[in-house]
């Protein structure tokens, strides 16, 4: 049952909706064509050496789970100086052939987690894939040299801060604040929308996103082999020992893996061509819409906001994904001092909308791991970080009680 709804899911979203053909010219005319002024330069995967698979198998954690074909990152650093020869070997003929090998592409979901509500409800169960570790090392390897050709010849977005040096969740999130409290300097107060996606790695479509590696200028071997990649996939589940039969998985980015996630963030890389009235921060499945304008003219940012939240959703849908109104939210960081003048002018009646659907206003919002409130005091944060590390200290301590002769309690703590 687990089974068929994690593989299935991607029909409980889309059968309402009107799909479109998603691709424009805006990646190949708009952007492509202004980093790369020659029709020479192509990506291409190259070939990997003995050398990179012994420095990828021993910079693998030993702490990995096993995945389907019983091999472990232990056994795999035993045999290395051995089986390293092979193994390269092998790679490189995936690569020159273009096929990803079958067994490789079989993903085992060990008990899946409950993430909150009913348990007896599958929609509450997020599943956790285990691939083959050998699968891995070649994935890193592909992984490792698309992100160069993408970082030199600037082609991915310069707000997106995932999977690039020098860039994280900490330098994000830096330059947000920045942006921020430079608005609040120059009286203006930021809006904020947090959008959500549902399912966002689950409903990538393999044609949509092979098409937008070929406007990136993705060789027709590259190609290939990524089509090999994504498709003839398989997933079972097992609890308690119990293993159910497999089921083909069509759609989305492999779970578990290390290209799939780079493979989203080059899905939804063509976002910002889309809008045009303010900046979006992208760090994987976290898509921020933020712009800014004088505290006392906060209509029309507003009416930007929402134009942009319009073509964000024609956007979604033309991709086939599906935007999650009721976990999307808007936030007005004011501060204190611009709070007190918004006040004094009049209660304001900002209507955010996605679809025709008005969102949910939030005073703060987890965002990469950090509470943000709209005064930017991070009290609420503060708060939460507070209690969370009370509750491990607590969680973590032996504590004992002794009687003595009188009948008295000393409460030990250990």
């Known amino acids: 049952m687990l089974n068929d709804f994690f593989v299935n899911i991607i029909t409980q979203i889309q059968n309402d909706q009107v799909l479109t053909n998603p691709l424009d010219t805006k990646i190949i005319d708009d952007f492509v064509s202004t980093k790369i002024n020659n029709f020479v330069t192509q990506y291409n995967i190259p070939s990997i050496t003995v ?28 045999v290395s100086p051995v089986f390293s020869h092979p193994l390269t070997k092998l790679l490189n003929m995936s690569l020159d052939k273009g096929i990803f090998p079958t067994k490789w592409k079989i993903a085992r979901v060990i008990t899946p987690l409950h993430k909150s509500g009913l348990r007896d409800d599958k929609s509450n169960y997020r599943p956790i894939s285990l691939l083959p570790v050998i699968s891995k090392i070649c994935e890193k390897h ?141 760090f994987p499945d976290d898509t921020t819409l933020s712009a800014s304008t004088h505290w006392n003219d906060i209509p029309s940012m507003v009416h930007d906001i929402n134009c942009d939240l319009a073509a964000l959703n024609q956007w979604s849908i033309q991709n086939k994904m599906s935007i999650n109104d009721e976990k999307t939210k808007f936030m007005l960081i004011s501060g204190k001092r611009l709070e007190k003048k918004i006040l004094e002018k009049g209660n304001m009646d900002i209507a955010v909308k996605v679809d025709d659907t008005q969102i949910t206003e939030v005073n703060c919002q987890k965002l990469l791991g950090v509470t943000i409130d709209n ?23 032996l504590v004992r009680t002794s009687r003595n002769s009188k009948g008295s309690c000393t409460l030990i703590v250990l």
């Open 51 to 78: 050398e990179q698979v012994n420095e990828l198998i021993n910079n693998l954690s030993c702490s990995k789970a096993t995945g389907v074909d019983g091999i472990s990152v232990k056994i795999l650093k035993l």
């Open 142 to 282: 592909v992984a490792r040299s698309v992100m160069d050709y993408f970082t030199n010849n600037g082609l991915l977005y310069e707000r997106q801060s995932a999977f690039r040096k020098g860039h994280s969740t900490e330098t994000a999130l830096i330059n947000l604040t920045d942006q921020i409290l430079l608005n609040m300097d120059k009286d203006e107060v930021t809006l904020m929308a947090f959008v959500d996606f549902k399912k966002a790695f689950d409903l990538i479509d393999h044609q949509v996103l092979l098409s937008k590696l070929h406007l990136y200028r993705v060789a027709d071997s590259a190609i290939k082999w990524f089509t090999s990649y994504l498709t003839g996939r398989s997933q079972f589940v097992t609890i308690d020992g119990q293993q159910s039969s497999r089921l083909p998985v069509n759609h989305g980015v492999p779970q578990g893996s290390v290209l799939g996630p780079i493979l989203f963030l080059l899905y939804v890389n063509d976002i910002p061509l889309h809008l045009s009235h303010s900046s979006v921060d992208i």
């Open 375 to 397: 005064r930017l005091n991070y009290e609420e944060h503060i708060d939460y970080v507070g209690n969370y590390r009370n509750s491990l200290v607590f969680s973590n301590t």
